[in-house]
């Protein structure tokens, strides 16, 4: 983020030394403009004295004579009008360091933690959901070895697969791993406030009592279920409730991922939105400044330019 910060900063400075050296050659064009107008009246000074005094006396009747400077100073011209260049490329770049520290230290910020932190949510809920229904598996396996119908028990010898117990151990504990990120206080702007409720408040459409309080209630009573059931093999009934319990969950777990799916789409929708509207305000503002303070100082600097030009072509030139 703040590498941004550095290269749009870096980028001002680069834009400032390309434009010192316009701003200075303007103003050396400017000072050489009245340099020129200051030798040529210099030069032709006391003819246009006389030319003026001769049209005051035959066109305006005036006699008397006129005093006026018979030593014209001969010190050439210095204007140094940089600070009317100055203030108006600092007055922009102002304007563009400000858009760029809200892009960049805000607005893009959030963005991309939005961006970043949407697919993980979904990645950990995707993740319960297979652990779960893992869950119920190795549960069920571990249940069954105990009257010996277990697959462990038809091929004991060529059994692929882990201890059940350790297996069921293993999936408890990246349960409970993926719910330490889901109760994470960052995630917190791309969960909805549906997801609240069906997570830790009450889960719909489901019969159970254990989802009364929500999927992460029901999570937990799944866990104990599955170590209760796990021990032993007392009752079909207990085991079917374990497995249909297992349903629910993975079926609720599809709600929840596609809520969380579309709710975080619509954030970053918004997000993007407000990256736009700011983009659009400073355009807006660019316009604002480009004609209001830009463009007429610019024509204003061309007529008086032009006043110069017509003041060079009325006094003689030798």
């Known amino acids: 983020m703040f590498a941004f910060l550095i290269v749009g900063i ?15 050659a303007a103003i050396k064009i400017e000072n050489n ?13 006391f003819e246009l004295i006389q030319s003026s005094l001769e049209r005051l006396k035959k066109v305006h009747s005036q006699a008397e004579d006129i005093p006026y400077n ?8 210095n204007f140094k009008k940089y600070w009317k260049y100055l203030w108006r490329i600092s007055l922009y770049l102002i304007v563009i360091l400000l858009f760029s520290i809200i892009n960049i230290t805000y607005l893009y910020e959030n963005c991309s933690q939005t961006l970043a932190h949407r697919p993980e949510v979904i990645r950990e809920l995707i ?6 229904v893992t869950l119920g598996i190795w ?6 070895e105990t009257v010996g119908i277990s697959l462990k028990n038809q091929i004991p010898y060529s059994y692929p697969f882990r201890n059940s117990l350790a297996s069921m151990t293993d999936a408890m504990l990246r349960i409970k ?8 206080s960052k995630y917190s702007h791309i969960l909805s406030k549906k997801f609240d409720k069906i997570f830790f408040e009450k889960a719909d459409d489901s019969t159970w009592d254990e989802f009364a309080y929500g999927l992460y209630s029901a999570g937990e009573m799944t866990l104990f279920h599955a170590d209760f059931v796990s021990d032993s093999f007392s009752e079909f009934s207990q ?30 929708d918004g997000q993007i939105s407000v990256i736009i ?3 659009g305000v400073f355009i807006i503002i660019s316009f604002i400044m480009y004609f209001g303070i830009y463009l007429s100082f610019f024509v204003g600097e061309k007529k008086y330019l032009r006043k110069i030009n017509s003041l060079m072509e009325i006094i003689p030139y030798r």
């Open 239 to 268: 085991l079917s409730r374990f497995m249909l319990i297992i349903n629910d969950l993975d079926l609720s777990f599809n709600g929840l991922i596609s809520e969380i799916d579309q709710y975080s789409q619509s954030v970053i």
């Open 33 to 45: 403009l009245w340099n020129n107008l200051r030798k040529n009246v210099h030069k032709n000074y």
């Open 277 to 279: 509207g700011v983009l």
């Open 70 to 77: 018979r030593n014209p100073s001969k010190i050439p011209f």
């Open 10 to 24: 870096a980028v001002l400075a680069a834009c400032i030394i390309v434009m010192a050296p316009f701003c200075h």
């Open 127 to 132: 993740n319960m959901q297979i652990l779960y």
């Open 139 to 144: 549960a069920s396996e571990a249940a069954i």
């Open 177 to 184: 791993y993926s719910q330490s990120i889901i109760r994470n």
